[in-house]
């Protein structure tokens, strides 16, 4: 249950944290009070005086419990008079970005002191928070810090004098990029003051070490190898749950499929598709952005999406994102009765989705870890994608593996290969449903709690504690 969500991040801190606590470690979720977060339930705890260079900013500690996790939320008109997180929308970050992370970062050692909370481990994730390691050690903490990476293209970088509110001098490798665009990047600094890195699947540590992937990082990651390591991302495993899920009725299992067949029919007439039974439903659920591999997708006449929508299937779409490729899409819709097109962002409508239909493609062009892929498996809903970090560590394809196999997968990301795999795909499920259900129970049951990854990152932070400082 995350309180801002912007994508799979919020998931995986509001599931670890839960998990951790089920394993006896006493976990606290330190986080902006966003304008759009409900404060009832909070509880005001104490102010904190933190300095900004030449201001003293007052910030209010609200704290609630739930599910064992204490959340710790930061107050300030920075967080509460916004409508957004980053930005207003995606595209428009707002210009005191800097300030409000330096902020925040800051507000997280004077709680710890105020609170007396002096936690053995800090886990920070992603440039938000990439300061966090780098104040620790200057102010002469005892905590250990983890860095995780969910995706190392958004590294948060800024002009020299946006750093000044640190209150310590930067040190140039603080620094990426060269000229006039040398640039204050506070995920580099996470990278360099944390003392042990994580990133969200194992084939991404590899791809991250390597230029196309590095994203201008990949020699400092290199250089601190020995402190990386990959942990899959597990999911909310009682928030996705085809038997529970609270958003439909037609619960279904492994064994016994037969809801999954009314769910269809019932998302078809709810997203203006043709109620047939038997015509495959290809899903996605996805920012729409180049990185979802939305230019493979929809560039070139016919795109790869139009020769998809030519062979005997549904697509159905949700998601918000660029507008150039929504444009793009709303034309193909009004053209294709087969093809629903919905610029939403939705929990209702994901949860739906997953559980109705039958493949879902997600060709991204890079997948620090991914998880609608793994809600799609549980949902017994076959993955096509491309061979790419989370994606490649999770989805076997069928036909080279036919016992282990869960789903489709392609090596090269281009259009092509989208449409060979998508139609090799729709070829299996006219084997018949026989042969769908059998695939699809190898995804239904495998186990992706947090069971196992909750108990690898408790093995790193033991090891932090382990070490000498
Ligand atoms: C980012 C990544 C995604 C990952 C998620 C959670 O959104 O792009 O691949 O699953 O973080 O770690």
């Not at 966090?132 to 860095?147: A, D, R, T």
């Not at 890079?366 to 989805?395: A, F, W």
Request: include cysteine; proline fraction near 3%.
């Amino acid at each position: 249950m995350p309180f801002s969500k912007s994508g799979g991040l919020a998931d995986v801190v509001g599931s670890l944290s839960p998990a951790l606590v089920s394993s006896g470690v006493e976990t606290r979720v330190l986080m902006p009070l966003y304008g759009f977060i409900n404060e009832k339930g909070f509880k005001y705890k104490y102010t904190l005086t933190v300095s900004m260079l030449d201001k003293d900013e007052k910030i209010d500690i609200v704290s609630i419990k739930h599910k064992g996790v204490e959340y710790v939320a930061l107050k300030h008109p920075v967080f509460t008079e916004r409508k957004g997180i980053y930005g207003d929308t995606s595209f428009t970050p707002y210009g005191d970005n800097a300030y409000r992370y330096l902020l925040m970062s800051k507000a997280v050692l004077q709680y710890m002191k105020k609170s007396r909370f002096m936690a053995d481990i800090v886990h920070c994730h992603d440039w938000t928070s990439g300061l966090v390691p780098f104040l620790l050690k200057k102010e002469g903490f005892l905590s250990y810090s983890i860095f995780t990476i969910h995706n190392l293209a958004y590294q948060g970088t800024f002009s020299r004098f946006d750093a000044l509110p640190l209150g310590f001098e930067t040190e140039e490798e603080m620094f990426s990029g060269e000229g006039i665009d040398r640039r204050f990047n506070m995920l580099k600094a996470g990278l360099i003051y944390s003392d042990m890195i994580t990133t969200v699947s194992e084939s991404y540590v590899d791809e991250i070490q390597d230029k196309e992937q590095g994203c201008g990082l990949e020699d400092i990651l290199r250089a601190r190898k020995d402190c990386l390591a990959g942990i899959l991302n597990g999911i909310d495993t009682d928030e996705w749950s085809p038997e529970t899920d609270k958003y439909f009725k037609t619960h279904f299992t492994s064994k016994d499929q037969s809801g999954k067949k009314k769910l269809k029919a019932k998302v078809q007439e709810k997203f203006g598709l043709n109620k047939e039974a038997d015509t495959p439903l290809i899903a996605m659920i996805s920012r729409i952005a180049e990185q979802k591999g939305f230019h493979e997708l929809l560039h070139g006449t016919p795109c790869a999406l139009e020769k998809i929508l030519n062979m005997k299937c549904q697509v159905l779409l949700i998601g918000t994102g660029d507008k150039e490729y929504v444009d793009k899409l709303n034309e193909l819709a009004a053209r294709y009765k087969n093809l629903s097109v919905n610029i939403i962002f939705s929990q209702e409508a994901s949860h739906l989705v997953e559980g109705a239909a039958d493949f879902f493609l997600m060709p991204s062009r890079y997948e620090p870890c991914g998880l609608n892929q793994m809600y799609s498996l549980r949902y017994g809903t076959l993955p096509i994608v491309h061979e790419t970090g989370g994606l490649k560590d999770t989805v076997i394809d069928i036909d080279s593996d036919v016992y282990k196999g869960n789903g489709f997968s392609f090596k090269v990301l281009n259009s092509d290969e989208i449409v060979n795999c998508v139609k090799r795909a729709l070829s299996f499920y006219n084997k018949g449903s026989k042969a769908v259900e059998e695939a699809r129970r190898v995804g239904m049951e495998t186990d992706f709690s947090w069971n196992e990854s909750a108990q690898k990152y408790i093995k790193i932070y033991k090891k932090l504690l382990g070490g000498t400082k």
